[in-house]
């Protein structure tokens, strides 16, 4: 059975995406659920600004939980 997440909540991309600027370890927001044609969720990633950086529809094996031990770290954008 696949992970489900819940709207708005935190999600870490597993895979790159290069030509989006994202990249496996990156954090992001769920701000949509598609139950159709197959499980999806729109993943927002931001800027420290609060400025969206890129929107992906990801798939359940694509993204992964926020865990208590998790660190966070940052990167320059140029690095993806």
């Known amino acids: 059975m ?12 597993t895979d790159n995406f290069k030509t989006e600027q994202v990249l496996r370890g990156d954090v992001g927001t769920i701000v949509e659920i598609y139950t159709r044609p197959s499980l999806a969720y729109e ?3 931001v800027n420290p600004n609060g400025a969206t950086r ?3 529809t ?9 865990s208590e031990n998790a660190v ?3 990167r320059p954008l140029a690095a993806a």
Do not use: H
């Open 2 to 13: 696949e992970t489900q997440y819940d709207l708005l909540e935190t999600v870490i991309v």
């Open 43 to 45: 993943v927002e990633f």
């Open 54 to 56: 890129a929107l992906l």
């Open 58 to 66: 990801l798939l359940p094996k694509q993204v992964r939980r926020l």
């Open 72 to 74: 966070i770290t940052t």
